[in-house]
């Protein structure tokens, strides 16, 4: 009782230098000097858990072999997981569906209809462009033919999304009629998923550095908004440089506004919309 009571000091200027920079090395997510006492609330933390008083003793530990690559898997997912909620941006999420219903009336589907959610957290993202892909489908009352591979470096708040049960604060942003269509009412007051989405949604675990954890499959949108402001801009490039490589031709891929605001490739062009950042693929591949 009387650990749990104390107190950790705070993170020297050195030791917070150490952890950000091993956090950077491992994930590619930079933390800014403001953001200090988000790294020290969790590292203390988990330290209380397991009963550590020494920063320094703790960072040997998650830094020694598997044990250590085991507990830095448990460490992160308190750091990296994000607050979110259901069409967080909606201007982008009906960007999607315009582009989607254009390529239903100009009869230009060719297979399935292939989208990733990137940096997904606890899913509400995934399940959003579900709701908004599915609507597409049946409103031009045909069968849906479609996925959505949604990935994330946090375990734990994949578990979460695979659940699929959200509070009823999640969902202020969706329409009464959304919620309706799409979310079971649960005893407790929550609400679920509807299973018609749960089955188009994969969630993966997985880092967006690197490139062997990307899907296989090639995606008609990429949505990654509210990811890229965790790397410094060299690698915001990078990445963008690496998704366009696996968008399909006429490809959308989303980001966030502000995000990446000078970046630019040879076969994608910015698409006029005043609230949205987002590029299309050239429609023909380079020979």
């Not at 009963?51 to 072999?65: F, I, L, P, S």
């Not at 915001?236 to 630019?264: S, T």
Request: one cysteine or more; hydrophobic letters at 40%.
């Amino acid at each position: 009782m009387a650990w749990s009571l104390r107190k950790l000091p705070a993170l020297s200027d050195s030791q917070f230098a150490q952890w950000s920079t091993l956090l950077e090395e491992r994930t590619g997510i930079q933390l800014a000097r403001q953001q200090r006492a988000l790294l020290e609330l969790q590292v203390s933390a988990r330290m209380h858990e397991l009963g550590y008083d020494d920063y320094d003793h703790y960072y040997r530990e998650v830094t020694a072999g598997i044990p250590g690559m085991l507990e830095w898997s448990t460490l992160v997912d308190r750091i990296a997981v994000k607050e979110t909620s259901f069409f967080r941006h909606r201007p982008s999420l009906e960007y999607v569906r315009h582009f989607l219903q254009k390529k239903i009336n100009n009869r230009e589907l060719q297979g399935s209809f292939d989208i990733w959610s990137l940096g997904c957290a606890t899913g509400e993202e995934a399940y959003s462009l579900a709701m908004v892909i599915n609507d597409c489908f049946e409103l031009a009352a045909i069968n849906p033919y479609y996925g959505i591979t949604a990935l994330d470096i946090s375990t734990s708040a994949l578990t979460k999304a695979r659940d699929a049960r959200y509070s009823a604060r999640k969902l202020e942003q969706a329409t009464r009629e959304e919620i309706q269509r799409y979310m079971l009412r649960a005893p407790d007051g929550n609400y679920v998923v509807a299973d018609k989405l749960r089955e188009r949604v994969c969630f993966t675990q997985g880092n967006i550095i690197r490139p062997n954890c990307m899907p296989a499959v090639k995606a008609d949108v990429i949505f990654c908004q509210n990811l890229l402001v965790y790397f410094r801009r060299w690698l915001r490039r990078d990445i963008l440089n690496a998704l366009v490589e696996h968008l399909k031709p006429g490809g959308l891929l989303v980001i966030g506004l502000g995000e990446a605001v000078d970046w630019e490739h040879p076969q994608m062009h910015r698409a006029s919309a005043d609230e949205v950042q987002a590029y299309l693929r050239d429609e023909r591949e380079e020979q």
